[in-house]
T-cell receptor, first 113, second 114 residues
Framework: QQQVKQSPQSLIVQKGGISIINCAYE??????FPWYQQFPGKGPALLIA?????SEKKEGRFTISFNKSAKQFSLHIMDSQPGDSATYFC????????????FGQGTILTVHP | GAVVSQHPSWVICKSGTSVKIECRSL??????MFWYRQFPKQSLMLMAT?????????EQGVEKDKFLINHASLTLSTLTVTSAHPEDSSFYIC??????????FGPGTRLTVL
């Protein structure tokens, strides 16, 4: 019940296209859903996050869509650029006193020029 | 965002030796720090959670005697891999947060055990 399932495992998009990564969870105690971007050999960097009382959050080219009833959330990257090529992880937090994150499996995004 | 640093960024050691990795929150006081392990092309696996001044809480399957965690202050946590073996070779990443705040990750430490 602590799992977060992420898909697809890898994604190839042309420059200017829209990248969409999906995540699903089971634990209804989760109350915070961040997305992280990780470049090879680097630590993850917080990209954008959402709480379940909001259905959508947009920051620049990045948008999170959240469907509480379906227990799903997704990351949309508009106007994808080669510099967006990285591994993206969704995560969920909640249900514990220490607020530890449960991560999805990761999506390797490649944006072709 | 807040800055979390790790030292060293990479380390190579011989089998049987111990290695210490430091994690520091540079511009904020971290009430909680987390240690993750990441194998190539895989997700981050939480190893343990540490709160300043108290014993770390280890995830199931993580040997607490092998991975010693000390959270001596609100800005410093250390992970010591004792008697390291080749199977301990991995990318170790720490993260830190203020209570109720977002989680910020360090740049990671690449450990290679020969």
């Amino acid at each position: 019940q602590q799992q977060v399932k992420q898909s697809p495992q890898s994604l190839i998009v042309q420059k200017g296209g829209i990248s969409i990564i999906n995540c699903a969870y089971e634990n209804t105690a989760f109350d915070y859903f961040p997305w992280y971007q990780q470049f090879p050999g680097k630590g993850p960097a917080l990209l954008i996050a959402i709480r379940p009382d909001v259905s959508e959050k947009k920051e620049g080219r990045f948008t999170i869509s959240f469907n509480k009833s379906a227990k799903q959330f997704s990351l949309h990257i508009m106007d994808s650029q080669p510099g967006d090529s990285a591994t993206y992880f969704c995560a969920a937090r909640g249900g514990t006193s220490y607020g530890k994150l449960t991560f999805g499996q990761g999506t390797i995004l490649t944006v072709h020029p | 965002g807040a800055v979390v640093s790790q030292h060293p960024s990479w380390v190579i050691c011989k089998s049987g030796t111990s290695v210490k990795i430091e994690c520091r929150s540079l511009d904020f006081q971290a009430t909680t720090m987390f240690w993750y392990r990441q194998f190539p092309k895989q997700s981050l696996m939480l190893m343990a959670t540490s709160n300043e001044g108290s014993k770390a809480t280890y995830e199931q399957g993580v040997e607490k005697d092998k991975f010693l965690i000390n959270h001596a202050s609100l800005t410093l946590s250390t992970l010591t891999v004792t008697s390291a073996h080749p199977e301990d070779s991995s990318f170790y990443i720490c993260s830190a947060r203020v209570a109720g705040g977002p989680l910020f990750f360090g740049p990671g430490t690449r450990l290679t055990v020969l």
